[in-house]
């Protein structure tokens, strides 16, 4: 099975890994499955840390991709057809940009997103594979 991480969640795993759930740090663990970091996700920290909405203690967002490529996590690219094609996600449950595009990511991919935003749930009609 394949994961992607909402950024929430990989923020935690990096610098406050007690806010996991027992489930999902052991998952996170394990060497065998699968766990992508979206470029979005990049994008959203880089965002947040540069109008100084986001500290990441003594990490720069730059450092991020390969810090998360040593845990032995995979870069997910935004393809240019997962950009065009967002508009067939409908639903308009969660109004974060960014965290649509994860849903987006997550549902065309065939990948479960790992996430506790109370947002989430409503798009597994939609074909939303959620994991906490």
């Not at 996991?20 to 880089?46: H, P, R």
Request: aromatic content about 12%.
């Amino acid at each position: 099975m394949k994961y992607l991480l909402d950024t929430h969640v990989l923020l935690w795993y990096l610098f406050e890994e007690e806010r996991l759930s027992t489930d999902v740090s052991n998952l996170l663990k394990d060497a065998e499955v699968e766990v992508y970091i979206s470029a979005v996700t990049f994008w959203e920290i880089s965002v947040k840390h540069g109008i100084g909405k986001l500290n990441l203690k003594s990490v720069t967002p730059t450092q991020l991709p390969e810090r998360c490529v040593s845990y032995g996590f995979k870069t997910l690219p935004l393809s240019p057809f997962e950009a065009a094609s967002y508009f067939q996600l409908t639903s308009t449950h969660h109004k974060d940009p960014f965290d649509r595009m994860l849903i987006w990511q997550a549902i065309h991919n065939n990948f479960t997103l790992i996430s506790n935003d109370g947002n989430m749930p409503p798009y597994v009609s939609d074909g939303l594979k959620l994991l906490w």
